[in-house]
């Protein structure tokens, strides 16, 4: 894939930083955009720092088209029209429903599910055409009901139909379109507000059939393979990257033999 153009909103930060850095890594040209202009920067210097490869900053806030569509013209003639797309930006919180505002709920649905048909609108003309790769970072709330996660549990769900309908429809351009749902990934912001204590990351680890968080790493791996050829014949799927977690509850112990009851 050297030599890919790479475009990646919120990849100022987290997942969508470090799949920015596999990308760079393996000399593919990355645009990281969000709303602030100076992590944008900071992100493109660290990963153009730590990988060697080409990396450039924008500004644009996902919610607005006109912006994005504004940013990608410009990175298109730079780095080159783009051969993957990824929507990355989500906000998210902790609250029950009672506690949630009619903003606040829409605040979450614009950035996720708004925000990922935005980029991938913003990018459909200018994409590589045909093997584009679109992939949405989706979450398990997408299918999986969590008390406190009604805002993102519906905005979630949403970015799984968009990424379903569009794969329907852009795949006679030969345009690909798939997701990735994340588990709990370490050191970022979302496992900090989901499981802010030790004994929080312990439980979510014990309930989860790797036992263990993944790592931005994890998530870059993944992206990487639905970006690349090796993904040709995948459309329209959502990659679960979770270690199992969306299994059910795994934190019995299966593996060291038990002396069975009568036995």
Known sequence: MAGKSVFISGGTSGINLGIAKAFAAQGDKVLVFGRD?????????EI??????????????VRDIDAISALFR?????????????????????????????????TVVDIDL???????????????????????????????PLPEQVHVCAAKAGVNMVV?????EWGQAGVRVNAISPGPIQGTEGVERMAPTAEDKAKW?????????GTPDDIAKAAIFLASENAS???????DCDGGMKLGD?????VTPRQRPGA
């Open 233 to 239: 014949y995948i459309t329209g799927t959502i990659l």
């Open 205 to 213: 680890s014990a309930h989860t059939a790797l036992r263990r968080f």
């Open 250 to 254: 795994a934190s019995g112990d299966y």
């Open 48 to 61: 153009m720092e730590q990988t060697g490869g080409i990396a450039l900053a924008g500004s644009a806030d």
């Open 37 to 45: 202009p100076d992590k944008a920067e900071m992100a493109a210097r």
């Open 114 to 144: 708004l925000g990922t048909y935005n980029v991938f609108r913003a990018a459909f003309d200018l994409l590589a055409k045909p093997g584009a790769s679109l992939i949405a970072i989706t979450a398990p709330q997408a299918v999986q």
């Open 164 to 168: 379903k309908v569009l794969a329907m």
């Open 74 to 106: 410009d990175a298109a003639q730079k780095l080159g029209a783009p051969d993957v797309v990824i929507a990355g930006a989500a906000g998210n919180f902790m609250a029950p429903a009672v506690n949630i505002s009619a903003n606040g709920f829409k």
